[in-house]
């Protein structure tokens, strides 16, 4: 098993679907990250949890919705999205660190297109 | 507030010849530095990384980058580009500015290097 584990790799969907995005990571971490990556754009932090409490929400709509039920599993629930929501999304897994400088890991992203 | 500029969207070297991706940074208390790389239609691979201690820091596939504070730069080199290397590069700050127990990275825009034969 690689370390951190997105599926699916790539998805379609219709603005009025509803659809999730799943997150595996099997490093032992206890914190896990939710990025979004549009062409052009810096990598945007979208969600943070930590130890399963989420610790960031970076001023993301609510059509987005994350769900951690253990450290080791990550998902982002869609509902009613946009054409601009088309992006890759990351995900990413660190352990906790006290001075803050853990390193990401990430998975190999799911490719979002909403049409 | 951390925030990190890398300049030069786009870099284009020979094969065999010196890469040089340019990254400055700005952080309000020690940061912690990233070098990453994306290969197409994949995640991120950390490259190489600056916490504390010696200044110049070796990475994966020949790169290394040097921490200069004066300068507020964390420029990744490679002697000699190789075809493979051909990807996009992205540099990132970390720092404990908020307290937090976490890895909060902030990335620069990416540069996506081009290796000509």
């Known amino acids: 098993e690689t370390g951190v584990t997105q599926t699916p790799r790539h998805l379609v969907m219709g603005m009025t679907n509803k659809k999730s995005l799943k997150c595996e990571q099997h490093?032992?971490?206890?914190?896990m990250y939710w990025y979004k990556q549009s062409a052009k754009k810096p990598l945007e932090l979208m969600f943070v949890?930590?130890?399963?409490?989420?610790?960031e929400n970076n001023s993301v709509p609510s059509r987005f919705s994350p769900e951690c039920p253990n450290s080791s599993h990550l998902f982002l629930h869609l509902h009613t999205l946009q054409p601009e929501d088309s992006a890759l999304y990351l995900c990413?897994?660190?352990?906790?660190?006290?001075?803050?400088?853990?390193?990401?890991?990430f998975g190999e992203g799911s490719r979002l297109t909403v049409l | 507030a951390q925030s990190v500029t890398q300049l030069g969207s786009h870099v284009s070297v020979s094969e065999g010849a010196l890469v040089l991706l340019r990254c400055n940074y700005s952080?309000?208390?020690?940061?912690?530095l990233f070098w990453y790389v994306q290969y197409p239609n994949q995640g991120l691979q950390l490259l190489l990384k600056?916490?504390?201690?010696?200044?110049l820091v070796k990475g994966i596939n020949g790169f290394e980058a040097e921490f200069k504070k004066s300068e507020t730069s964390f420029h990744l080199t490679k002697p000699s580009a190789h075809m493979s290397d051909a990807a996009e590069y992205f540099c990132?700050?970390?720092?404990?500015?908020?307290?937090?127990?976490?890895?909060?990275?902030?990335f620069g825009q990416g540069t996506i290097l081009t290796v000509h034969p």
């Open positions: 990413a897994s660190s352990r906790r660190d006290p001075l803050g400088g853990g390193e990401l890991f």
């Open positions: 490093l032992g971490h206890n914190a």
């Open positions: 949890y930590s130890l399963e409490e989420r610790v």
């Open positions: 952080s309000s208390v020690p940061p912690y």
């Open positions: 600056y916490t504390t201690g010696a200044t």
């Open positions: 990132a700050v970390s720092g404990n500015a908020g307290g937090t127990s976490y890895g909060k990275l902030t």
